[in-house]
């Protein structure tokens, strides 16, 4: 890298993490084409321009970068939901939900999600590992629209954390339901309708 038309050398630590982000990437395109199974640590190696020594190096395992792909993929799903919810500008904090609910269905739609997120890392990693990812990156964002609600009064006081659970784990479901079927749009559509009825019945309106 040059500072002030001067080369400089990498930390050890910024080559690292430079290693790292490339077979991320690498990875995840892979993951995405052809699947966990499919995919060799040799293939990612050559894709990411390293030795599957440096891969090992980083990743004690396919199974350990593919969970490093799979977190990297669930925060950036949850990332463009919340800023395509705040371009949006919703007028209240309920139609915000709303929005946010049918914008994961939509982004989860998308062919390199579904692989990784929806079909992949339940297998891979295990049902438990699958969703404490997802809690990780989902859960807070999903309790603070539920604060600010309430804050609102829109919907009742109540448990959070509880509220927020069930409600990620709808749109969990939803996501797989959708990357099941045949005739996804259809399924979309059904299931954007039931998560809206769902966020009208926390707040005690009528379905």
Known sequence: MEVNGRRTRRTQAERTAATRAVLIDAARALFAEQGFANVSTQAIAAAAGVTRGALYHQFADKTALFTAVYEDVERTVVAEVA???????????????RLGARLFLEVCSA??????????????????????VGAKYGLGVIEAMLAQAVAEGAIPEQPLRSTAHVL?????????????????????????AVCARLIDGIAGRPG
């Open 83 to 97: 800023e395509r919810i705040a371009a949006a500008q919703p007028p209240d904090s309920l139609a915000a939900m």
């Open 111 to 132: 062919p390199d999600v579904q692989q990784i997120v929806l079909i992949d890392a339940p297998a891979a990693l295990g049902w438990n590992t699958w969703r404490a």
């Open 168 to 192: 990620l784990g709808a749109l969990d479901e939803a996501a797989l339901f959708v990357s099941r079927a045949e005739d996804q749009q259809q399924a979309r559509a059904e299931m954007d």
